[in-house]
């Protein structure tokens, strides 16, 4: 199923194109949630989590949204107020400037874990803003699911390295979603060659450096 809570039934490709980063990410943040970092040793698995992983996707996608597809977006459609670029601007801000709290935090587990909820409560109303005003923007405006195909492709050359973090993320969660809001098979014919002979790899990556270390540190 999708994750989101505002976009709980994808209808066009103006839903899924939100929903392709941001179920990534919840990919992640759903169960940060329940992180219990009571040792040592569970403290430096998160730690290099974070600071590897998660902190470096999250980073890519903020910029990604400001630099290539808002600007896309607002050559056609005006955004609203809660939505203009300071404002999403300030948004991000606040989020990165959490998550760099966090990142360069001292090893103490219960601190910790009180600012990564705090973290999910901000990127979860963050998040919903976002899917609450792009879709109709989109559906207003003009664009067409072919005009978006090349930007997509612009955001994954943009990505660099963080492409293999990020992309098997995004196919994941489009198969945990059943497709509904784009099949990873037609995702993948959006990225570039290189990218897209790299998927594998990126995968087993994710299973090991991810989502086995994201299991480890649940409750």
Same mark, same amino acid.
């Given at each position: 199923?999708?994750?989101?809570?505002?976009?709980?039934?994808?209808?066009?490709?103006?839903?899924?194109?939100?929903?392709?980063? &941001? %179920? !990534?990410?919840?990919?992640?943040?759903? =169960?940060?949630?329940?992180? #219990?970092?009571?040792? /040592? $040793?569970?403290?430096?698995?998160?730690?290099?989590?974070?600071?590897?992983?998660?902190?470096?996707?999250?980073a890519s996608h &903020? %910029? !990604?949204?400001?630099?290539?597809?808002? =600007?896309?977006?607002?050559? #056609?459609?005006?955004? /609203? $107020?809660?939505?203009?670029?300071?404002?999403?601007?300030?948004?991000?801000?606040?989020?990165?400037?959490?998550?760099?709290?966090?990142?360069?935090?001292?090893?103490?587990?219960?601190?910790?874990?009180?600012?990564?909820?705090?973290?999910?409560?901000?990127?979860?109303?963050?998040?919903?803003?976002?899917?609450?005003?792009?879709?109709?923007?989109?559906?207003?405006?003009?664009?067409?699911?072919?005009?978006?195909?090349?930007?997509?492709?612009?955001?994954?050359?943009?990505?660099?390295?963080?492409?293999?973090?990020?992309?098997?993320?995004?196919?994941?969660?489009?198969?945990?979603?059943?497709?509904?809001?784009?099949?990873?098979?037609?995702?993948?014919?959006?990225?570039?060659?290189?990218?897209?002979?790299?998927?594998?790899?990126?995968?087993?990556?994710?299973?090991?450096?991810?989502?086995?270390?994201?299991?480890?540190?649940?409750?």
């Amino acid at each position: 199923p999708v994750t989101s809570t505002t976009i709980t039934e994808p209808k066009d490709w103006c839903d899924g194109g939100l929903l392709i980063p &941001h %179920e !990534a990410i919840r990919v992640m943040t759903i =169960p940060m949630r329940n992180f #219990k970092l009571d040792s /040592p $040793e569970k403290i430096a698995k998160f730690q290099k989590w974070y600071s590897e992983i998660f902190y470096p996707v999250v980073a890519s996608h &903020h %910029e !990604a949204e400001e630099t290539i597809y808002f =600007p896309w977006i607002a050559e #056609k459609a005006t955004f /609203p $107020e809660s939505m203009t670029r300071d404002r999403v601007g300030t948004d991000h801000e606040a989020l990165m400037s959490l998550m760099g709290k966090i990142k360069d935090s001292e090893p103490d587990g219960a601190a910790i874990e009180a600012m990564l909820k705090e973290l999910c409560d901000l990127m979860d109303a963050h998040l919903a803003v976002e899917e609450g005003n792009i879709p109709d923007m989109l559906r207003g405006s003009g664009y067409t699911k072919e005009g978006e195909g090349p930007v997509i492709g612009r955001i994954a050359k943009h990505l660099g390295p963080a492409n293999a973090l990020f992309m098997p993320l995004i196919v994941l969660a489009m198969d945990r979603a059943g497709g509904s809001y784009m099949p990873s098979a037609v995702f993948k014919t959006l990225l570039p060659p290189p990218i897209q002979e790299g998927l594998p790899k990126f995968a087993e990556g994710m299973k090991a450096n991810n989502l086995a270390v994201i299991e480890a540190l649940c409750r």
